[in-house]
């Protein structure tokens, strides 16, 4: 559980800093993924166990928007205190009624791109990760990058690349 919360949280940091941010940054979280994922491979070769989807949902939220804060208002500065709290709320307004169509989509997408590795001949078990990732990540992924977009825009300094 913990490996891949860190995992997620690294590729939806490296997103953001990509979209909104200093894309060094998102290559140096790329490059924190992988390693991450190599020592993994070495340190537990077997897996880690995982906690049942009613424990996780919460805690991955709590630990996005403990994520989000330290990124836009603790590291960076972009947002106050409140203003994060009304961007937090206004991106859970819009996109927490869309959750379960979100992973719908997502999943759809991951369904269509298996049946065109099938028909080319490629294994669908390549796709195993990225659709739990997608489906379980994503919508808190989309949160972040809302809120993300609201401290790009809301800081007065310039940004560089």
Not at 112 to 141: D, S
Request: net charge positive.
């Amino acid at each position: 559980m913990l490996l891949e919360l860190a995992t997620s949280l690294l590729i939806t940091y490296a997103g953001s800093e990509y979209l909104h941010g200093s894309r060094s940054r998102s290559i140096f979280a790329v490059l924190a993924v992988a390693a991450l994922q190599a020592a993994s491979l070495i340190v537990w070769p077997a897996g880690l166990p995982t906690l049942l989807l009613t424990f996780k949902v919460p805690i991955v939220a709590f630990c996005y928007v403990l994520a989000l804060y330290l990124d836009t208002v603790v590291r960076c500065q972009l947002l106050s205190h409140s203003d994060f709290g009304w961007a937090l709320l206004d991106a859970l307004r819009r996109l927490v009624p869309m959750f379960p169509m979100l992973s719908l989509l997502i999943a759809f997408g991951f369904l269509e791109l298996g049946e065109v590795m099938e028909h080319v001949g490629l294994p669908t078990i390549w796709l195993n990760a990225p659709i739990y990732y997608g489906c379980l990540y994503g919508p808190f992924a989309c949160i972040y990058m809302r809120v993300k977009a609201v401290a790009k825009l809301s800081s007065p300094l310039p940004r560089t690349l």
